[in-house]
Structures are given as C-alpha cells and as structure tokens.
C-alpha cells in the first residue's frame, strides 16, 4: 500500500469523524436562547436584577435574550408556550401566581430548561427553582436602621405577606433589635408588587405616627421619606443614587450567579432540577449590603462596626440569619 493511499484513507476516516461530532460542537458553541417574562415593568426591583443579569449575559456574547413585562397572570401561561415553542433553551421568569400552569408548561416542554422563581420545590427533570434569598444583608440593614433611628419608630412598607417579603422583613427586624431592643414597627402591605403611589401612603401614615426610618421594601416608601426629611432602608437593588440624602443603606440582590450558573448548566446539556436559593446568599456572592455611600461619615461609628463584626461572622459561617417566613406583626404602640 503506498503512502499516497494509506494518506487518502486516514482524511476518509478523519472526515467521517468530523462528521459525527459536528451536532456535539454545534451544540457546545451555540449561543443558548433565553426569554425572560415578567409580570411587572423592567423597572420593578426583583424583576430587574433578573432582567440586568441576563441583558449582561447577553452583552458577553454568552447568550441571545428576549424579554416580556407585564405579562398579566392570566397570560403568563400563553407567553410561556409561546417562547418555549419558539426555540428558546431556557426560560426565565416567576411562578409565585401561576405555579400550578407554569409547572404543566414545563412538564409539555421536556427539552426546555426552566429557571422560575417560586415558592415551591424543583419539579424534575427541568423546573428549577429560586428566589431572594436575602436575609442575610436585610439582617444587616436592620442593624445601621437601628443606628439611624430618634424616635425607636420604624415603618415598614411591604408588598404581600408572602414567605418571599416576610424572611426578609423578620431579618431585617431582627438586626434592628440586636443593636436596640426598644424599637417599635409598624407593618404594613399594600397587596400590590409595583404600585409607588400606594407605598408613599402607607409610609406617610407611618411618619406621622413617629417612624423616622422606613424599610423600602416596595418603590415609593423613599420618595416618601425624602419629602418628609426621613431615612429609608432599600432593598434588592441599590437607590442611594437617586435618594443620595434618604436611603442609608440597601439589602441587595445579585442574581447573577444563579444566570450563570443555569446558562452554563444548559450549554453543557446538564441543566436539571434544583433550588438555587443559596446562590441569592453571601457565601455565593448572591447578595451583599450596599455600601453606605453619602452615610458613610452619618452612621454612628459604634453601629458601623458591629454590622462589620456581624458580617464577617456571616461570611465565616459562624453566624446564621434565622429565615422565617411568618407574616411580621407591627409592635407599635
């Protein structure tokens, strides 16, 4: 056999191999398709750090994302099947008022990987789960409020009395009391996700009752705070910015470790089902609290460093933020 044709052989066998791994490289260099949908705007602070962490995904180059806000309960099923049935791999969005038809969606569609937050457990093989787990900068939060308090009064202004808000609250709470016991709350839900005027109410009834530090949980409690000379804590995102003499210090929400991870999870083929609610914790760089900014000079020393103390204890795994979920009661008298 001459080299000629044992050369001409080997390209024969090469190509034959090429040809088969071709769908195998395909897949590992195609740019996974991701819809995101929402039941509120873009702006509305849980759903943006979703929408900011993917639209970053998308800057990279490692995904291509299309969005929808606003998508009514009623129509959150319908948008579903449509993005789903569009090619998309992976689906981003919420499930807290839709469970029962997002988990049928997800069981009709086997091949797409579904990231929602949600209440309840992974459904398998490709409902994973999520949600702000953020109780640990909240804790954190409560202690520089405690600092910042006159009167020992703080409002606190939340959406619904949901697992999701409460933990959050009750951590906060609880921060607030390490540092003084002898504050009172108020509490207060306005039944709503994204209604600003309806939460600058609420805090306004807060403020004539004596709170002079709010917890912002829904928009529109600092912009009540600004115009009445009070504080706000924020929370998930970070709006000192635009409240630069108002908002203290914010719990904040960085969903980008869970985007990755999914986006790499459906790249390799191996996305199944789990809870990714520790990726929202510290430890995961899930969540921080925000730096304090134009209050770094305004918060008493003595409270700024047992919130360092805390934190590093947090960080270390030597302190645990309780997580419960019972609907916080207002103390006030």
């Known amino acids: ?29 195609a740019k996974p398709k991701v819809a995101g949908i929402y039941t509120v705007p873009f702006e509305q602070q849980w759903a943006g750090r979703l929408h900011n962490a993917l639209k970053a995904a998308q ?37 807290f008022a839709v469970e029962a038809a997002a988990r049928k969606v997800a069981k009709d569609f086997p091949k797409v990987s579904f990231l929602m937050g949600s209440s309840g457990q992974p459904q398998a093989p490709n409902f994973s789960t999520f949600d702000n787990y953020i109780q640990e900068p909240a804790y954190l939060s409560g202690m520089v409020a405690a600092g910042m308090t006159k009167s020992n009064k703080i409002g606190m202004v939340g959406g619904f009395p949901i697992p999701e808000v409460n933990r959050l609250m009750n951590a906060f709470m609880a921060g607030a ?61 970070n709006t000192q910015a635009q409240y630069p003499d108002t908002v203290v210090a914010s719990a904040i929400w960085h969903f980008e470790p869970s985007a990755d991870r999914a986006i790499k999870l459906v790249k390799e083929g191996k996305f199944t089902a789990e809870d990714y609610g520790q990726y929202s914790m510290m430890k995961y760089k899930g969540s921080s609290l925000a730096p304090l900014g134009t209050f770094e000079k305004k918060v008493p020393a003595d409270t700024v460093a047992k919130m360092k103390a805390k934190e590093k204890l947090i960080l270390e795994g030597k302190f645990t933020v309780k997580v419960d979920d019972n609907q916080p009661k207002s103390n006030a008298k």
């Open 59 to 95: 800057a990279r180059g490692d995904i291509e994302y299309k969005a929808s806000e606003n998508v009514s309960n009623a129509d959150y099923e319908r948008v579903m099947r449509e993005y789903a049935s569009a090619g998309n791999t992976l689906i981003v969005g919420e499930a």
């Open 177 to 237: 009391l390490e540092v003084n016991p002898k504050i009172e709350f108020s509490v207060s839900f306005i039944n709503s996700w994204f209604d600003p005027p309806k939460a600058k109410e609420a805090a306004f009834a807060m403020i004539d009752k004596g709170a002079d530090v709010l917890y912002a949980e829904r928009f529109g409690v600092s912009d009540a705070a600004k115009e009445k000379g009070k504080y706000a804590i924020g929370n998930v995102i």
């Open 1 to 29: 056999m001459s080299m000629k044709t044992l050369s001409r052989r080997n390209l024969v066998v090469l190509a034959a191999a090429m040809v088969g791994l071709a769908p195998t490289l395909l897949m590992a260099q």
